[in-house]
């Protein structure tokens, strides 16, 4: 048998405040026994589960493996204002006058995301 994904680890500077950033974008939960100050903290979600962990040094170059995040119950211009007044920042607008496209932002520690259209907008519904 070959082995599985537990975690997506994702290093920080802030584990609480980031995985609370996340819980509320993938609604998700934190871990019981995540507290503020925590070395490091778990958020799971129905795909699966986030590590954060402290580090020292701060993000200074582009992620090379990021999220991308297709909104179920909302278009993707939804899920980009609704992740924006959650504490996102906008990096850079990839949507194209025919609809198609993704928006790629920053969570709250500078890490890339992108989100992309929902299943139904990808069908025309």
């Known amino acids: 048998m070959s082995s599985l994904i537990r ?19 993938l609604d998700g939960s934190l871990a019981d026994d995540d507290v503020p100050g925590d070395p490091e903290a778990t958020v799971t979600t129905a795909a699966g589960a986030l590590l954060f962990i402290r580090v020292a040094d701060r993000k200074t170059a582009k992620n090379r493996v990021h999220l991308d ?18 504490g996102a ?34 069908r025309g519904d």
């Open 7 to 25: 975690h997506v680890t994702i290093d920080c500077t802030d584990p609480y405040a980031l995985a609370t950033f996340w819980a509320r974008a």
């Open 69 to 86: 995040l297709q909104p179920q119950d909302r278009t993707r211009d939804e899920e980009v204002e609704r992740l924006l007044a959650l």
């Open 89 to 122: 920042t906008l990096q850079a607008d990839h949507r194209r006058p025919d609809g198609t496209g993704w928006v790629t932002l920053y969570d709250p520690e500078g890490n890339e995301l992108c989100v992309e259209r929902s299943a139904a907008e990808r």
